[in-house]
Nanobody, 123 residues
C-alpha cells in the first residue's frame, strides 16, 4: 500500500513559479512510477508528468514541457513538481499518483492517488 499527500499549491501570478511536493508512505514507493495529473473544473483529469522508479526517466505532457520539472527523492519518499512560467491555463487541482503503468500518461493505470492540491494562476 502507498499513501500520498500533496502540498505546495496556492495562488500565483502568471509567469510565477510553484513547487509541489508529494510525500508517500509505504515501503514500495521506490519501486513505483510516480505521476502528476491535474483536473480543471468541468474537465477530465489529464496527465502532466511522470518519473521512473529510479528517477532516470521522465515524461511530460506537451503543454508543460520546458516549464515543469518532475523529480523524486526515494530516500525521502517524496516526488516533486517544479512549475515555472505558470499560465492561467495551468489552474487546476494537481494530484500525484503511484503505480506501475505500461503507459505513463494513462490515468487508469495508476493505483494510488493523493487528495490533490489547488493551483490557481491569476492572469
Amino acid at each position: 500500500q502507498v499513501q500520498l499527500v500533496e502540498s505546495g499549491g496556492g495562488l500565483v501570478q502568471a509567469g510565477g513559479s510553484l513547487r509541489l511536493s508529494c510525500a508517500a508512505s509505504g515501503r514500495t514507493f521506490s519501486t513505483k512510477v510516480m505521476g502528476w495529473f491535474r483536473q480543471a473544473p468541468g474537465k477530465e483529469r489529464e496527465f502532466v508528468a511522470a518519473i521512473s522508479w529510479s528517477g532516470g526517466s521522465t515524461y511530460y505532457a506537451d503543454s508543460v514541457k520546458g516549464r515543469f520539472t518532475i523529480s523524486r527523492d526515494n530516500a525521502k519518499n517524496t516526488v516533486y513538481l517544479q512549475m515555472n512560467m505558470l499560465k492561467a491555463e495551468d489552474t487546476a487541482v494537481y494530484y500525484c499518483a503511484a503505480g506501475r503503468p505500461s503507459m505513463w500518461s494513462n490515468v487508469e493505470e495508476y493505483n494510488y492517488w493523493g487528495q490533490g492540491t489547488q493551483v490557481t494562476v491569476s492572469s
